[in-house]
């Protein structure tokens, strides 16, 4: 799948390039096609920092990444190192306390702070005494109330004026004080794309292996979750859904699990799992593996072996998942974190794990007496085979997959 980043520099007194701004794309139409402000940054950190090479797209300087209100509170820049990014703080974010003290805790953990499309008022003076950096529409704001501006804060701040499009404006600019310049006279916005490869996220399959233990340790969860940005995005929105019906805003990944619980955990990252990988063309296939997962897990405990039933799982629900992501079974075993014996039957070698995959396998193509019997299965009566098999169907359809 094609995706795209476009990226503006910005450019220093010198003229050297200080950074790029990192501009929301979802085609080669160079403008902002997008309609949800929160989604768009997520896709464009998501397609930046984990599609493409970051180092490559911003040259080595920083990036300046737009964030709205809601990504703000959810915290999502502490997410991203914090030497190569500038959180810009959007103009339209109301500033509220709330936003204030979350602009001080950045500002505490090293992140660089701007004001983007910045034009004053009394409400911004915290922000103004936290900020790196303020962007100024050049072409919008009265040029008297830019020099106020920069004579008042320029021992404090840097300025940044954006939207310079010809050499004149420029000139101005440069006369009046500022630090940094952006626009079409310099460069329009250029579109980088890349492709992003199906593959399998390792950090569901960590969570799901946490949450099929006994006792899952939700503080492993909670750090696995909070090292992958889509991941965080996501469960936050997912627990802010009104769909919980729930008055009060969940902040932190620790908040959203107690909110969820385990159950709902669990349907959240299958379904984010099976999203993230699913086409038209293999969405049969996915159920056909989920429902097979689950088959062998009930087929562990008929056959006395509960303590490894997470293994009878994984090897059922991950035994097409070369044709999935069209890659070689032995190269993807190498990535994910299952046991030797499911490493081993998912590649073919024989085990009990392989003899009972293939007997699964041979019933689902009616070949039943390819099995050990017409009427048992490993010891298992075609009557209780049934059963599990059907139990495996139900807890599929209530997944709503």
Not at 90 to 113: A, D, H, P, V
Not at 234 to 246: E, M, T
Request: some cysteine.
């Amino acid at each position: 799948m094609d995706v795209y980043v476009a990226r503006q520099p910005i450019f220093d007194r010198r003229m050297n390039v200080y950074g790029y701004e990192l501009l929301y794309r979802r085609s080669m139409n160079n403008f902002y096609e997008g309609a949800d402000g929160s989604q768009a940054t997520a896709e464009t950190i998501n397609n930046a920092f984990f599609v493409m090479h970051f180092d490559e797209l911003t040259s080595g300087t920083r990036a300046f990444i737009n964030f709205s209100e809601e990504l703000l509170e959810m915290e999502i820049p502490c997410l991203l190192p914090k030497e190569i990014i500038v959180i810009e703080i959007l103009e339209n974010i109301k500033i509220t306390e709330k936003i204030i003290n979350l602009c001080r805790k950045f500002k505490s953990q090293g992140y660089m702070l701007a004001l983007d499309d910045f034009v004053f008022s009394e409400e911004y003076i915290p922000l103004i005494e936290m900020a790196d950096i303020i962007k100024v529409e050049f072409s919008v704001v009265n040029q008297l109330e830019q020099h106020r501006l920069i004579n008042k804060y320029k021992d404090k701040v840097k300025f940044l004026a954006e939207k310079i499009e010809t050499r004149a404006e420029y000139e101005i600019a440069r006369k009046m004080g500022y630090d940094y310049f952006q626009g079409y006279f310099f460069s329009k916005p250029v579109i980088i794309k890349g492709k992003e490869i199906v593959s399998l996220n390792i950090n569901l399959i960590r969570i799901i292996k946490q949450l099929n233990q006994n006792e899952p340790d939700y503080q492993k969860i909670t750090e696995i979750i909070e090292r992958d940005l889509g991941l965080s995005y996501k469960l936050l929105r997912v627990a802010n859904s009104v769909l919980l019906g729930s008055m009060h805003k969940v902040y932190s990944i620790k908040q959203a699990l107690v909110r969820l619980g385990t159950i709902e955990i669990m349907k959240w990252i299958y379904l984010m799992m099976l999203k993230e990988i699913q086409t038209v063309e293999n969405k049969e296939l996915i159920r056909t593996s989920l429902v097979r997962g689950k088959l062998m897990e009930y087929l562990a405990f008929e056959l006395d072996m509960k303590h490894r039933h997470l293994e009878f799982f994984m090897t059922g629900v991950f035994s097409s998942v070369d044709v999935l992501v069209n890659q070689d079974m032995e190269e993807i075993v190498k990535a994910l974190p299952l046991t030797t014996e499911v490493a081993e039957a998912l590649v073919g070698d024989r085990n009990k794990l392989r003899e009972i995959l293939d007997g699964v396998i041979d019933y689902e193509m009616f070949n039943w007496s390819e099995t050990e019997g017409e009427e048992s299965f490993l010891g298992i009566t075609r009557e209780r085979f049934m059963r599990a098999y059907l139990e495996a169907l139900k807890w599929v359809m209530e997944l709503d997959y």
